[in-house]
């Protein structure tokens, strides 16, 4: 009877957020339905061929390599891919839920929160995509999740964070910053200075560990204590959107490197770096220099030549997100199509690149399923975070940092973490390599959360004097449900206050 009686009053307070997931799992359903097996683009035959050789490639890190590899023990169809994703994204919005009312946010508010994770159409078109983005998400909002699941951190579960997050960092290199994030979380967490201190350490040493067995492993095969041996080609990509090669000193085996294009006129940078035969293809090394040495070098001589115009462009390309109605091309940038769900209605893969990936790999073709296709494609034109939207929730994120509110419960640890990791994992492809609309979706996911946090603040009655999820001993249930321990009084020294 006690148990029925939880369950009701769970569905009393949770019953915003059960709906939006029950929806977002039969629109996932419909999209397996829609466009069988999965979708093939960009990077994806190649993450396909770590299933076969599985190796630490210079290109990128394995860990995507390495879940696909797994799946493949079961059965070698790239629909698994897509069904195991699509449970993936509907569990990193309930990670983001859970987390969000063990901090005090009230239901509506944390499920309007996880909406875009829910049902954003760039979200689900990455969920049912061979690509790295969803399990990189995922372990991201897990490592976050166990860094603030009690207001006062835990050992063991920094330590579980520092492994996730270091884990995240295999999937995709971009996750290098989060252990950086994470200690300052920890440092404004923890309670006392000794504390602060160990908790970063031990983050630090966690993340760590499986970073520098991969590293191990990278130097075994390939002679070089690193991750990947990239970051020459993404930083010459950077710098080809502004380069003027006539105010560069260049050695003339360098000088192949300069766009063919005047300024204004420009392909977008994925050509420059990857396919232009008339650029990387075309060099012609000396004895000693290899090809990512000399477009880092290019890159390095472009940017103190033309310091102005880098951060112009990266200034330009980090506000992209907050200003664009539309998720489309601006500026250089070409591969907006690739993000679009329309884009696969009736699709037919090329005969060199995804068509010889989906016959290794289960060997069905893509089809569409009309009128069903036909209605996504609708949906992604509609179903999605606007930008003026994004800026919205930006303002309200860092006002519930930045506004004092005497008396009301503090969340600025978990809405800095929230705030922080985003931003600063979009805006590193902007410093280092180029804006895709693909890279943007931690922003989609995480800042929606931390402005939830900031509005749960702001609209909080003064007086409240103490936190709404315990420091300790056992974990509440979720605000709303019966037998919730009653919360701890204030002590010197609280977080934030």
Avoid at 114 to 136: I, Y
Avoid at 206 to 221: C, D, L, N, R, S
Avoid at 276 to 294: F, K, R, S
Avoid at 444 to 471: K, N
Wanted: charged share 15%.
């Amino acid at each position: 009877m006690a148990r029925s009686e939880q369950l009701r009053g769970l569905w009393r307070s949770e019953r915003p957020f059960v709906v939006a997931f029950a929806l977002a799992a039969f629109v996932r359903i419909l999209l397996m339905v829609a466009f069988p097996p999965a979708f093939l683009m960009s990077d994806g035959p190649t993450y396909l061929g770590f299933v076969d050789h599985l190796f630490p490639s210079p290109d990128r890190p394995v860990g995507y390599g390495v879940y696909l590899r797994v799946l493949s023990w079961t059965t070698r169809s790239v629909e698994l891919v897509s069904a195991t994703q699509l449970v993936l994204g509907l569990l990193t919005g309930l990670l983001g839920y859970v987390l969000l009312r063990r901090w005090g946010v009230s239901s509506w508010v944390a499920t309007l929160a996880t909406l875009p994770v829910l049902f954003d159409a760039l979200q689900l078109m990455l969920e049912h995509s061979v690509l790295s983005d969803v399990l990189f998400g995922f372990l991201l909002m897990l490592g976050v999740a166990s860094l603030a699941w009690w207001r006062e951190p835990r050992l063991w579960t920094t330590a579980v964070a520092g492994l996730v997050l270091g884990s995240a960092t295999l999937v995709r290199i971009i996750g290098e910053p989060t252990v950086a994030v994470a200690v300052l979380f920890l440092l404004l967490a923890a309670t006392t200075w000794r504390a602060r201190l160990t908790q970063a350490l031990v983050v630090v040493v966690a993340f760590a560990v499986p970073v520098t067995a991969y590293a191990a492993w990278y130097h075994q095969e390939n002679g070089a204590f690193a991750l990947t041996q990239a970051s020459g080609r993404a930083l010459y990509m950077r710098t080809t959107s502004f380069v003027d090669c006539s105010l560069l000193t260049l050695p003339s085996y360098e000088q192949t490197l300069c766009p063919g294009e005047p300024l204004g006129d420009r392909f977008d940078p994925t050509w420059y770096g990857w396919h232009d035969p008339n650029t990387v293809h075309n060099l012609h090394l000396p004895p000693g220099v290899t090809a990512q040495q000399a477009m880092r070098d290019f890159a390095r001589r472009a940017i103190e030549a033309q310091p102005a115009d880098y951060l112009r462009v990266v200034a330009r390309d980090a506000a992209l997100p907050f200003i664009a109605v539309h998720r489309d091309d601006r500026y250089e940038y070409s591969t907006a199509v690739k993000w679009d769900l329309s884009t696969y209605v009736d699709y037919r893969p090329t005969p060199l690149w995804t068509g010889p990936a989906f016959a290794a790999h289960g060997g069905e073709m893509p089809v569409t399923r009309h009128p069903l296709g036909d209605w996504f494609a609708t949906y992604g034109r509609w179903v999605y975070v606007p930008g003026p939207l994004l800026l919205v929730l930006l303002v309200v994120a860092v006002a519930g940092l930045v506004v004092r509110r005497p008396g009301t419960p503090s969340a600025r640890p978990l809405a800095v973490l929230l705030l922080v990791l985003p931003l600063t994992l979009v805006l590193v492809p902007d410093v280092s390599a180029e804006f895709v609309w693909r890279y943007q979706l931690p922003l989609f996911v995480l800042l929606p959360m931390s402005a939830a946090l900031g509005w749960t603040r702001l609209r909080a009655p003064r007086g409240v004097g103490a936190d709404p999820a315990p420091t300790g001993g056992e974990p509440a249930t979720l605000p709303g449900a019966q037998n919730v321990a009653p919360p701890p009084p204030d002590r010197p020294g609280a977080p934030g206050r």
